[in-house]
Structure formats: structure tokens, C-alpha cells
């Protein structure tokens, strides 16, 4: 998502003066290793959202063997094929610059013989160990993570920036009037409205979470996004809610920002989509982080910015929820933060800030 933001905003701003490729470069080439690559990677996020303990594992692994190890057993240990391949692919784009959103695709473009421009933004609040592996321009997106990374020896202001968070284009131009949302979705207008998510694969607690609160007995509107998990979906359809909760599961789903823009409150994982629920100025209960990563994200929206609030019992969840459904007020302060963080998002900055270093290494192209 944040790719498919910028590339929209960058293209729009300089595509006149420079050639924009978007690559699915696990995928556009038809090549088995890098597509079973791909697929492995996914297999590691579902294998973490299930096993926490894995996540954490994994993550504080990386920590201990710093970027270069990590970077190497990730890359090139773990499967030599997909990564012989990505390299004569990335030879094949000859690309002049290469920017990223994820750390894979700019290994390969550091290994280039002829090094392209590389520039890498990491979505998360700080730079875990792979994406600390060399690239020409670092962009983040969290103070605190930006703040640690200049304490290291291998950034400073010229190859470190802070941006604002690349949020969807798409979100600027929902409407703010909840009403109007949940009658557009066909939902009540005037029920507390909860969305539960846990990242793409519906891997959590958003299973247990959505079966006590269905059982509560006051206008309530529960909208649970399983993502790729059909199995989760296909059991929230046979399920019967108490006569005043209305319980809407959906699958995966293009309309998720209208969701959450409809929604009074966010509960699920840990991960970015916190974002988007705190672009449109609504808390979040965050009820699992999966991995070290996900633990800073959630620390930079609870302590930081001052949105979020962590609990990880299912039932303590759903008190929450019930005392803030209770008393909407209560949610004030948290909703008061998020608003207050909402100059933090959008693309235009981070497309400039790319167009900077592109004209300071090839000043032909102004």
C-alpha cells in the first residue's frame, strides 16, 4: 500500500521527467524460485501472527546478528535460487534508481555490479536489522525511529529523512461523516461500531473477540475484516448474533478505509493498519503483536501519539469496548490525539524528498 501511494504521487508530481516503472518483482517474470520466494515470505507473517513466539524469535534474531548476517541468511542462505534469479531480474530492469518499501528489493539492488540509486522506505516505527542494510536514502515515517537511527554510525541527515506515513491516496478523499459511512455500508447509524482486524490473513484474536461481543445485549455493530482467511469468514457467517447487535463479517475487502472511517473504534493486531484507523481521528485497541516489529508500532501509537491502548485478554477486551460504548466520552482524549497526529500522512513529502536525491545524483535531470 504505501508503494502503490507513492508511485501515484510521484508519478503525478514527476512523471513527466523520469520514467516510473511499478514492479511486481516477485511475480512479472513467470520465474518459479522468486514466486515460491514470495510465497515463503507470506507463510513466515501467517506462521508468526499464529505462533507469537516465532515472531519474536525471528525478529530478535535479526537484532543480535545485525544487518549483514540477517541480510545474508535472509537473502541468499535461505533460498540461492530465488536470489540468483531476483539479480537477473533487477539486471534485466536496469534500473538508474530503485526505491523500495521492503528490504528484500533493495538487497538485490545493492548487489548490483553497476549500482543503481537505491532508496528504501520502511513503514514501520523504526528500522528493524534488515532494513539497516545500506541504502543511498533512508526514509521513516516515526520520530522516535528516526531519532535512534541518527545515533548509529551509518546515517546522518543527508541519508536519513522523516516523511510523513504513506497512507492510501484513497483515504484523503472519504468522507469524516460516520453516519453517512454506516449508511453507505447498510449498517445503524447510531450503534457504537467497533472493526476488528488482524492483518491480511485474519490470524488473532478477532475470532474469540467477535464471539463474546456478538452476545452482548446493547446496540452494538460488530465488523470483523478476515482478509485472506475464508475459513474465519465462512464461520462468521453461520454464527447468530443477540438481537441487538448487528454483525457484519466481511472478507477480503477493497472497502476497508470506508470501514474504519465508519467505525468508533479499531480493535486488532498490531501492524500499520493502526494507521488508517488513526487517520481518521478514531482510537484503537491493539490485542496482539506478533512480533518485535509490531511491539514498536504499537509502542509509537500507545506512548507516542497517544491513540492506542493495549490489551491482550479477549474478555478485558471486550469490557473496553463495553465502557466505551457505555460512555462514548471516554474516548475523547484518544480520539482528541489521533486527530492531532493527522498531518502526519500523505506522500507528497516523501515524492519530493526522492526527486531531491535523484537531481543531487543526476543533475542532468532537472
Same mark, same amino acid.
Given at each position: 500500500?504505501?508503494?502503490?501511494?507513492?508511485?501515484?504521487? *510521484?508519478?503525478?508530481?514527476?512523471?513527466?521527467?523520469?520514467?516510473?516503472?511499478?514492479?511486481?518483482?516477485?511475480?512479472?517474470?513467470?520465474?518459479?524460485? !522468486?514466486?515460491?520466494?514470495?510465497?515463503?515470505?507470506?507463510?513466515?507473517?501467517?506462521?508468526?501472527?499464529?505462533?507469537? #513466539?516465532?515472531?519474536?524469535?525471528?525478529?530478535?534474531?535479526?537484532?543480535?546478528? /545485525?544487518?549483514?548476517?540477517?541480510? !545474508? &541468511?535472509?537473502?541468499?542462505?535461505?533460498?540461492?535460487?530465488?536470489?540468483? =534469479?531476483?539479480?537477473?531480474?533487477?539486471? $534485466?530492469?536496469?534500473?538508474?534508481? #530503485?526505491?523500495?518499501?521492503?528490504?528484500?528489493?533493495?538487497?538485490?539492488?545493492?548487489?548490483?555490479?553497476?549500482?543503481?540509486?537505491?532508496?528504501?522506505?520502511?513503514?514501520?516505527?523504526?528500522?528493524?536489522?534488515?532494513? $539497516?542494510?545500506?541504502?543511498?536514502?533512508? !526514509?521513516?515515517?516515526?520520530?522516535?525511529?528516526?531519532?535512534?537511527?541518527?545515533?548509529?554510525?551509518?546515517?546522518?541527515?543527508?541519508?536519513?529523512?522523516?516523511?510523513?506515513?504513506?497512507?492510501?491516496?484513497? =483515504?484523503?478523499?472519504?468522507? %469524516?461523516?460516520?453516519?453517512?459511512?454506516?449508511?453507505?455500508?447498510? #449498517?445503524?447509524?447510531?450503534?457504537?461500531? #467497533?472493526?476488528? =482486524?488482524?492483518?491480511?490473513?485474519?490470524?488473532?484474536?478477532?475470532?474469540?473477540?467477535?464471539?463474546?461481543?456478538?452476545?452482548?445485549?446493547?446496540?452494538?455493530?460488530?465488523?470483523?475484516?478476515?482478509?485472506?482467511?475464508?475459513?474465519?469468514?465462512?464461520?462468521?457467517?453461520?454464527?447468530?448474533?443477540?438481537?441487538?447487535?448487528?454483525?457484519?463479517?466481511?472478507?477480503?475487502?477493497?472497502?476497508?478505509?470506508?470501514?474504519?472511517?465508519? &467505525?468508533?473504534?479499531?480493535?486488532?493486531?498490531?501492524?500499520?493498519?493502526?494507521? $488508517?484507523?488513526? *487517520?481518521?481521528?478514531?482510537?484503537?485497541?491493539?490485542?496482539?503483536?506478533?512480533?518485535?516489529?509490531?511491539?514498536?508500532?504499537?509502542?509509537?501509537?500507545? %506512548?507516542?501519539?497517544?491513540?492506542?491502548?493495549?490489551?491482550?485478554?479477549?474478555?478485558?477486551?471486550?469490557?473496553?469496548?463495553?465502557?466505551?460504548?457505555?460512555?462514548?466520552?471516554? !474516548?475523547?482524549?484518544?480520539?482528541?490525539?489521533?486527530?492531532?497526529?493527522?498531518?502526519?500522512? /500523505? &506522500?507528497?513529502?516523501?515524492?519530493?524528498?526522492?526527486?531531491?536525491?535523484?537531481?543531487?545524483?543526476?543533475?542532468?535531470?532537472?
Amino acid at each position: 500500500m504505501p508503494m502503490k501511494s507513492i508511485v501515484e504521487t *510521484f508519478s503525478k508530481k514527476y512523471g513527466d521527467r523520469v520514467e516510473v516503472i511499478p514492479s511486481k518483482f516477485y511475480t512479472e517474470t513467470g520465474d518459479p524460485h !522468486l514466486i515460491k520466494y514470495e510465497k515463503m515470505l507470506a507463510r513466515q507473517v501467517r506462521m508468526y501472527n499464529g505462533y507469537p #513466539v516465532i515472531g519474536y524469535w525471528a525478529t530478535l534474531s535479526c537484532e543480535f546478528f /545485525g544487518a549483514t548476517l540477517s541480510s !545474508l &541468511s535472509s537473502m541468499r542462505l535461505i533460498s540461492p535460487f530465488a536470489y540468483k =534469479a531476483a539479480i537477473k531480474h533487477m539486471r $534485466e530492469l536496469q534500473p538508474d534508481v #530503485v526505491f523500495s518499501t521492503h528490504w528484500a528489493t533493495n538487497y538485490y539492488a545493492e548487489h548490483l555490479e553497476k549500482k543503481p540509486l537505491t532508496i528504501m522506505y520502511c513503514p514501520d516505527a523504526q528500522l528493524n536489522k534488515l532494513f $539497516e542494510y545500506h541504502s543511498d536514502l533512508n !526514509l521513516i515515517s516515526m520520530p522516535y525511529g528516526y531519532e535512534k537511527a541518527l545515533r548509529k554510525k551509518q546515517y546522518d541527515v543527508r541519508n536519513m529523512k522523516l516523511i510523513p506515513f504513506l497512507i492510501r491516496n484513497e =483515504a484523503f478523499g472519504i468522507s %469524516n461523516d460516520k453516519k453517512q459511512l454506516r449508511k453507505k455500508i447498510g #449498517v445503524p447509524e447510531n450503534n457504537f461500531t #467497533v472493526v476488528l =482486524a488482524e492483518g491480511g490473513y485474519g490470524i488473532g484474536k478477532m475470532k474469540k473477540i467477535s464471539e463474546l461481543l456478538i452476545k452482548e445485549h446493547f446496540p452494538l455493530t460488530v465488523i470483523p475484516v478476515c482478509g485472506k482467511n475464508e475459513k474465519l469468514f465462512n464461520y462468521f457467517k453461520t454464527l447468530e448474533p443477540a438481537p441487538e447487535v448487528t454483525f457484519r463479517p466481511y472478507g477480503y475487502t477493497e472497502e476497508i478505509l470506508e470501514l474504519e472511517a465508519a &467505525s468508533d473504534i479499531f480493535c486488532g493486531k498490531s501492524g500499520n493498519i493502526i494507521a $488508517e484507523s488513526t *487517520f481518521f481521528g478514531n482510537p484503537s485497541i491493539v490485542t496482539n503483536c506478533t512480533t518485535l516489529i509490531e511491539h514498536n508500532i504499537a509502542d509509537h501509537y500507545i %506512548n507516542t501519539v497517544g491513540c492506542s491502548i493495549k490489551e491482550l485478554c479477549p474478555k478485558k477486551t471486550v469490557e473496553l469496548i463495553k465502557k466505551f460504548a457505555g460512555d462514548p466520552g471516554l !474516548l475523547e482524549p484518544y480520539c482528541e490525539a489521533a486527530r492531532g497526529y493527522h498531518s502526519y500522512f /500523505g &506522500s507528497e513529502a516523501a515524492a519530493d524528498a526522492i526527486w531531491k536525491k535523484i537531481t543531487e545524483t543526476f543533475p542532468d535531470v532537472r
